[in-house]
């Protein structure tokens, strides 16, 4: 379990770079994806290797992509309604929304 | 707990690999094909670990919705994505410190957890010894669960995925002058 646990660590790890450096929003969201997988990847091994009795770990991973493949959705409309009104999607450039 | 087979290092080291090159590579449709590499062996880790279903809606969600949304958006503002764009902001030092320090923090707490917390009877680690067995059925035991025990979380999430749904229909729609 501790290679599982350990991979999941590093891409983590690799997403959370993504998110703080990528300037272009769709680059963070697909960082955001990555660091989701991680979470999912120590619930299936948890599941696997701790708690057996039941696929309860499976079931919380499940539900992480339906909300993943959620969050993808408005985030993707988002970055669109930001390509509308700025004609760019970097982050540094859409600083209007801090208030 | 067996040593994992070959089969789990080839995995490993294309999903590190191409979660590299998601986060570090220039031009964003790149960066998107490599996401759809980095999802398929999240895939093949999940078959490694007896979760056949999710694999299946892996593939079918990750690879076949969420990233080919992903390549939408892009072609959508696909003069974005053109390599005379630098894609990465200031931050790189400091988001190479910060994640660096994190996976190793990471890495130290699972090893050091692995050794602290030792079983008196067995003398191996609490979180080694499996209790249960894992159903042989997945997909079965996975739709019982979604029937009986998580039936309202089920009904949340798909309330969920409607309110998404209008929520991007409604940012996304052409505003009426």
Same mark, same amino acid.
């Given at each position: ?10 891409? /983590? *790890? @690799?997403?959370?770079?993504? #998110? ?6 769709? =680059?963070?969201?697909?960082? &955001?994806? $990555? ?24 079931? /919380? *991973? @499940?539900?992480?992509?339906? #909300? ?6 408005? =985030?993707?409309?988002?970055? &669109?309604? $930001? ?17 | ?177």
């Amino acid at each position: 379990m501790l290679f599982y646990l350990s991979l999941a660590a590093v891409l /983590f *790890a @690799v997403g959370l770079f993504g #998110v703080l450096t990528r300037r272009n929003t769709i =680059g963070i969201l697909m960082s &955001l994806e $990555l660091m989701f997988n991680a979470a999912n990847i120590n619930f299936v091994a948890f599941n696997k290797y701790v708690w057996a009795d039941g696929l309860i770990g499976q079931m /919380f *991973a @499940v539900f992480i992509v339906v #909300v993943a493949a959620a969050e993808a959705v408005v =985030g993707l409309a988002i970055v &669109l309604l $930001l390509y509308r009104n700025w004609q760019g999607i970097d982050t540094d450039h859409v600083s209007v929304m801090k208030w | 707990m067996a040593e994992p087979g070959i089969v789990f290092w080839i995995l490993a080291v294309v999903t590190v690999a191409s979660a590299v090159m998601v986060v570090t590579l220039k031009n964003i449709f790149h960066c998107a094909l490599a996401l759809i590499l980095c999802l398929f062996s999240v895939a093949g880790i999940y078959i490694l670990l007896n979760a056949e279903f999710l694999a299946a809606a892996q593939v079918l969600i990750y690879v076949g919705a969420v990233a080919i949304l992903m390549i939408f958006a892009i072609m959508l503002t696909s003069n974005l994505a053109s390599k005379a764009i630098r894609q990465s902001n200031e931050q790189v030092m400091v988001g190479t410190v910060v994640s660096v320090l994190f996976c190793g923090g990471m890495l130290a707490l699972i090893y050091l957890t692995d050794k602290a917390i030792v079983s008196e009877e067995t003398g191996v680690a609490f979180w080694r010894q499996v209790r249960g067995t894992l159903p042989a059925d997945n997909v079965a035991s996975l739709g019982g669960y979604l029937m009986t025990k998580f039936m309202l979380p089920f009904e949340v999430v798909s309330v969920l995925l409607l309110a998404a749904m209008i929520g991007a229909i409604v940012l996304a729609r052409k505003e009426k002058a």
